[in-house]
T-cell receptor, first 116, second 112 residues
């Protein structure tokens, strides 16, 4: 079974531009979560999508948005990029969205975004 | 989310067991203890999780204190491939969704 894939793997953008990152979950997984990882703040939860609806949101400004398609693939968008948005953006997939913690999440390799 | 405390870093020799501690003194009765690790240049990967009883899987063992205020991830024979950042995370049974709250984790260095 193929793992979580993220494209592109590396990206360089200029301050003020916008960017779209893509995530394809493991086949059959319907939940996709996004995380930002920086040296200063560590791994932080951005949002989670299930059945094309945002189900949970972290503490990030509205410049960060996402969506999920009917095939469970997800995209996240960052508008008006700032230097501080330089980070590794990770996507994770899981089969379900339900109460209970008796299952694991599968992470992709991430997209390394550099804002200059 | 209940907080966990882990040592910043630990070092181990190859082929020896490693015990990675995690303190979670404010854990609630419905919090599962999860461990993930992040190898260099990769996304985190699931290692193991448990609620009250000790757990074993092909990757590691999880020993949970009787009062549940601490736990220990045990790698039985460390290899160079086990060098990673290890995260101890609490997840409430009744919280809806898959959000994980990561702390700083423990950097494990393995010497050959």
């Amino acid at each position: 079974k193929a793992g979580v894939t993220q494209t592109p793997r590396y990206l360089i953008k200029t301050r003020g531009q916008q960017v779209t990152l893509s995530c394809s979950p493991i086949s059959g997984h319907r939940s996709v979560s996004w995380y930002q990882q920086t040296p200063g703040q560590g791994l932080q939860f951005l949002f989670e999508y299930f059945s094309e609806t945002q189900r949970n949101k972290g503490n990030f400004p509205g410049r960060f948005s996402g969506r999920q398609f009917s095939n469970s693939r997800s995209e996240m968008n960052v508008s008006t990029l700032e230097l501080g948005d330089s980070a590794l953006y990770l996507c994770a997939s899981s089969p379900h969205l339900r109460q209970g913690s008796d299952y694991e999440q599968y992470f992709g390799p991430g997209t390394r975004l550099t804002v200059t | 989310d209940a907080k966990t405390t882990q040592p910043n870093s630990m070092e181990s020799n190859e082929e020896e067991p490693v015990h990675l501690p995690c303190n979670h003194s404010t854990i609630s009765g419905t919090d599962y203890i999860h461990w993930y690790r992040q190898l260099p240049s990769q996304g985190p990967e699931y290692v193991i999780h448990g609620l009250t009883s000790n757990v074993n899987n092909r990757m590691a063992s999880l020993a949970i204190a009787e009062d549940r205020k601490s736990s220990t991830l045990i790698l039985h024979r460390a290899t160079l491939r086990d060098a990673a950042v290890y995260y101890c995370i609490l997840r409430d049974l009744y919280i809806y969704g898959n959000k994980l709250v990561f702390g700083a984790g423990t950097i494990l260095r393995v010497k050959s």
